[in-house]
T-cell receptor, first 110, second 119 residues
Framework: GEDVEQSLFLSVREGDSSVINCTYTDSSSTYLYWYKQEPGAGLQLLTY?????DMKQDQRLTVLLNKKDKHLSLRIADTQTGDSAIYFC??????????FGSGTRLQVQP | GAGVSQSPSNKVTEKGKDVELRCDPI?????LYWYRQSLGQGLEFLIY????????KSGLPSDRFSAERTGGSVSTLTIQRTQQEDSAVYLC?????????????????FGPGTRLTVL
């Protein structure tokens, strides 16, 4: 079956870079997503990468995909207090619903 | 345009009661998903509707859970004889495109969720 794992917690200082990691087991992934969930809010798509890419950059966000190791990461440059949230990676294998990791809580200290 | 909406936003019920949760997807979206997010956990897939096809119910945790989608639009998730372990946030998402069809980045758009508390 599909399995997606993330570390539970990350704390950084404002202005530093944050790197959130995700590993998965299903090699038939098509799209891989990063969602952001702020307190009391729904999930917001932050960025995504297609499985035939190894990197995607979008302003302060950089997504790296290592298909061989089944490893996905999200780097947030110049992390701000507004980036404090829970970040979920999600894998789309094209079969049905997304498979989500358990989420990484990012805490940004001023 | 309007996004995915869900109602109620919060529901408190007593153990043993039935509850209905509603989802209004984005107009024109053919795919609709229900997920459950328990405290401190990731999202757990429950059920998936795609157009007029039979729904994928493989994620429903027990036969107390059921869902329907009327007219290919609004969906209702029903939990019968609620238990305390059913307490969670229930999230609905919709997506454009037919089964197997890739539209854009295949994004699923999520509603704000219904927080269910079973006392």
């Amino acid at each position: 079956g599909e399995d997606v794992e993330q570390s539970l917690f990350l704390s950084v200082r404002e202005g530093d870079s944050s790197v959130i990691n995700c590993t998965y087991t299903d090699s038939s992934s098509t799209y891989l997503y990063w969602y952001k969930q702020e307190p009391g809010a729904g999930l917001q798509l932050l960025t995504y990468i297609f499985s035939n890419m190894d990197m995607k950059q979008d302003q302060r966000l950089t997504v790296l995909l290592n298909k061989k190791d089944k490893h996905l990461s999200l780097r947030i440059a110049d992390t701000q207090t507004g980036d404090s949230a829970i970040y979920f990676c999600a894998i789309d294998t094209g079969r049905r619903a997304l498979t989500f990791g358990s989420g990484t809580r990012l805490q940004v200290q001023p | 345009g309007a996004g995915v909406s869900q109602s109620p936003s919060n529901k408190v019920t007593e153990k043993g009661k039935d509850v209905e949760l509603r989802c209004d997807p984005i107009s024109g979206h053919t795919a609709l998903y229900w997920y459950r997010q328990s405290l401190g956990q990731g999202l757990e897939f429950l059920i998936y509707f795609q157009g007029n096809s039979a729904p994928d119910k493989s994620g429903l945790p027990s036969d107390r859970f059921s869902a329907e989608r009327t007219g290919g639009s609004v969906s209702t998730l029903t939990i019968q004889r609620t238990q305390q372990e059913d307490s969670a946030v229930y999230l609905c998402a919709s997506r454009s495109g037919l089964a197997g069809e890739v539209v854009g980045n295949n994004e699923q758009f999520f509603g704000p969720g219904t927080r269910l508390t079973v006392l």
